[in-house]
């Protein structure tokens, strides 16, 4: 239907309206809407499709021409050009600016393994299984258990053949077949590499008797001797051992001149990205071996024994810890409750101060070591050295023979591994979580070390890494007081106001609790470590 069309029929329409129901005009000849009426009949005038298809289509290039080269478009050209380039050297100033004086990360320390988790000792492997006569196999079936408690290597042994006090019957590269064979420790190795576990082996010869390196007098061949010790490092680094464990290490026979040599080999056995330990215990509380001379000695790690026994002053600990730390630097330190004889921490300290060794030995700056059993709170037997009486470890899933040594007391009665494994709570769960935060906070891990506190009976230390969360531990000897401490950092430094609960040993603080650093009250052997944010 064409337009003409459409408006006729509409004529037609409008006719045929009764003449009385048709508008009334607005003017002679005008309808409200602008279109012409004729007797009746409303028309409309329709734009022309044409002037809708129109549009504005812009300067021409000519016109643009002629504008561009007035004076007027000049200036507006050559102010933006300006403003365009000052612009753009303010931003590299301020880029400039923000980099100069924004902080700068501190370089990330060299770690091995060895510096990322504790160490756990097993000792003698027939003591490591309930029924008193574990062996290689029985601590390979343990490794999912002390992969739970994020230990970074086990100390085993010694396991090789040896007779008490006979120099001439120790062969230090054969395995004792009381405890397996090589087939079966590579086996272990192995396992315990799967789970990021490597395995020192403890050399230690004579280890049957309390004489670890034998008596002068019994020295027939001294210079062979001090060959096959050297030889059997280099053999069981080449089985693939993670490193060499020397207790008594001291009594050595020229033990200065071979100290670097064993540093050297176990140095040559990691180039290949598989770092190895060398790692030395003294029959001495202050280890001799450890000095400013030794700081070259690579892949050397020191035993420090914190003494605890009968212990009612505490006034010289941080003084102590500070000249460990400046001797061997933060990693070259290792920790260990009590003395070289490896008694079991619940044997040497009241029951209440269980929390507060376990924080102090995980917040030190080093390596914490722990005997086995120590995580749950095994006790030695008759209050003998564990390497002399042999507790043997409670896993509490079978039952302890009759014939046991267990037996013959009920010191570590309900005192087991499954036990205390669902119990938030537990002695176990605490030394998981405090291995799990030293593993992934690096204040913990590499920070550095300042004394904040040190009474005969408190201390308080922090522990903090460039631009990460600091952490105070403090802790309260007197297991029969409270302690008030009043924390001081050296020099100008200032402490906030307020640090966040992380854990404590009492059980009326809860994690995320606030509490004053200014003035802290701890509880009767309470064990606390707190954090505060770093703030530039």
Known sequence: MTQDTALDMKDVELNELDQEKVPMAGGAGDSPNGGAEKNGVVKVKLEDEDEK???FTGLSKEELLRVAGTPTWVRVRWALLILFWLGWAGMLAGAVVIIVQAPRCRPLPAMEWWNKGPLYQVGDPATFQEDGAGNIQSIEKRIES?????????????????KKDQIGETQLTDIDPNYGTKEQFASLLEAARKKSIQIILDLTPNYHSEKSWFEKTERESIVDFEDNVTEAVNVWLERGVGGIYFGDSENFPNASSFLSEWGNMTANYSKEGKPRVLLLSTSTVHNNLAGPSNETVQGTLFYRFLDAENKKNFSSLGATIKQYVAETGILGNSWMVGAPQMRHLASMVNENL???????LFTLPGTPISLYGDEIGLKDLSGLAAQLSGPIMQWGEVSVSNNSPQIATDVNANVTFKGQDADKGSFLNVYRKLSDLRGKERSLLHGDFALLYNSDQAISFLRSWDQNERYVTALNFNYEGEAELFLKQDGDKELPEQGTVVLSSNPQRKDGDTVSLKSLKLGAGEALLLKYPYSG
């Open 53 to 55: 298809s129109q549009k």
């Open 354 to 360: 269980l929390r507060v060794y376990q924080l102090l």
């Open 146 to 162: 002390l992969s739970s408690l994020k230990v970074k290597g086990l100390i085993i042994g010694p396991i090789h053949v040896t």
